[in-house]
Structure formats: structure tokens, C-alpha cells
DNA sequence: ACATTAACTGTTA
DNA sequence: TAACAGTTAATGT
């Protein structure tokens, strides 16, 4: 979801800074508020029972964070964490609400935005199922492309660490390594001086 | 701080 | 049982 800065800002949004470690919500909050990043990176993680990380998305700016939480009475089953320095727009969830009456246009976009959501969700939920971690991995660079204008081959880096592909598809960094190695000796992708282009 | 390699272990197709 | 993912640890960029 992406909602116009001036919107937010006439509409009362409140503008928070955070620093890298530092939790926007945590699991077990009350979704309070309609978030939105201005600048900065966050990741929206879960921990599991032995403390292993999940990474469900890694967002920049104009995204919005736990967007899908707000039409409903639960706590967020995630966490969002900064991953560099952030600074976020802040809209109390009753105003963001009231945004939605106002204005028809964001009200639709926001249908639209969940159903995007729930449609690469069904397609990673797909990919991470597979037991093979070239399928998982692909399906994951394959929806980070889907954000990028341009789909010709190598067109696209992921600007991502080893360790945050293995914390988004559940496999180990060696096990990444291995694999993105296994990819490129495919054509699949390609990696310049550890960069990967896909 | 991140990426790679190697040697070993355990699981599973 | 051979292949392959995870573990550990050392080394490279």
C-alpha cells in the first residue's frame, strides 16, 4: 500500500524515527496504527520456538507495514524491525480508517493491495513448501523482480544479504551459496564480485 | 561485516 | 547408499 505523503501529513500522521534493531511492532501488539515508511529498510520477522528467524519481507520506502492487520480484531503475528536507520509515517489506525471513507480511490487501492498481497503470498507459500532450495530461492528472486519495471535477464540486482536469502527462505547461508552457485552454473542468474543479477 | 570453503554429520530419496 | 542439507570452523574479501 502506498498512501500520497501529503495525505498522510494533512491527515495528522505522526513521523517516527528508529534506529537499526529497533522494533516498529512486535508480536502480540494491538495494531494501533497505519504504518508507512519514508526512508530505510525494515524486515517483518517471526521467531520460532528454538529462536530461529523467519523473515517474511524485507520493505523500503513508500511501503506500508502490517497493513493487513487493521481490518481485523488480533494481534500482529510478526514483528517489524529496522534494519538501517528509519523513519516512518505513523496514522492512527481510526484515521486511517476514515481515510478509507473519504477518498473511494484509496479504498480501492487498498482492495487491490491485499489481493496482491494474498496472491504472492499463495505463490511463495508454494515455493518455500519445495524441499529443493533452488525452487525456494527462485520463487523468492522471482517476486522480488516482480517489483522491478524492467524483466529482461539479468536486469535485476538483489540487493540482499547471503544470510537475508537464507532468512527468507528458511535454508542456511552455505546452503544459499551453494545453490545461488548451482543457479548461475545454469544461466538462471548471474554473479559479478558476489553481486547477483537476476 | 559479509562471503566462501572445507571437512564432517545426519537424513532421506 | 549416494546425494545433499545442515553444522562447525577456519579463511578470504
Known amino acids: 500500500m502506498k498512501i500520497e505523503e501529503n495525505i498522510l501529513l494533512s491527515s495528522g500522521a505522526d513521523i ?113 513448501a519445495s524441499n529443493n532450495p533452488a525452487v525456494r530461492i527462485k520463487g523468492l528472486i522471482d517476486y522480488l523482480k516482480s517489483f522491478h519495471d524492467c524483466d529482461d535477464q539479468f536486469s535485476f540486482q538483489i540487493k540482499l544479504t547471503r544470510q537475508h536469502i537464507a532468512d527468507l527462505t528458511g535454508l542456511r547461508v552455505e546452503t544459499v551459496i551453494r545453490t545461488l552457485k548451482k543457479m548461475e552454473k545454469e544461466n538462471i542468474l548471474k554473479i559479478e564480485n558476489r553481486h547477483i543479477f537476476y
Not at 24 to 37: A, G, K, M, T, V
Open 16 to 128: 517516527k524515527s528508529y534506529n537499526p534493531k529497533e522494533f516498529i511492532f512486535r508480536e502480540e501488539d494491538s495494531p494501533h496504527c497505519y504504518f508507512q515508511i519514508a526512508s530505510g529498510t525494515v524486515k517483518i520477522n517471526h521467531y520460532n520456538e528454538d529462536g530461529g528467524e523467519f523473515i517474511h519481507n524485507i520493505l523500503g520506502e513508500k511501503q506500508s507495514l502490517g497493513d493487513s492487520m487493521l481490518f481485523l480484531d488480533k494481534k500482529y503475528p510478526m514483528n517489524a524491525v529496522a534494519l538501517t536507520p528509519c523513519t516512518v509515517f505513523c496514522l492512527p489506525k481510526k484515521t486511517f480508517l476514515n481515510l478509507l471513507d473519504q477518498y473511494p480511490d484509496i479504498s480501492k487501492q487498498m482492495n487491490s493491495c491485499l489481493s496482491h498481497h494474498l496472491y504472492f503470498k499463495t505463490l511463495m507459500i508454494q515455493n518455500m
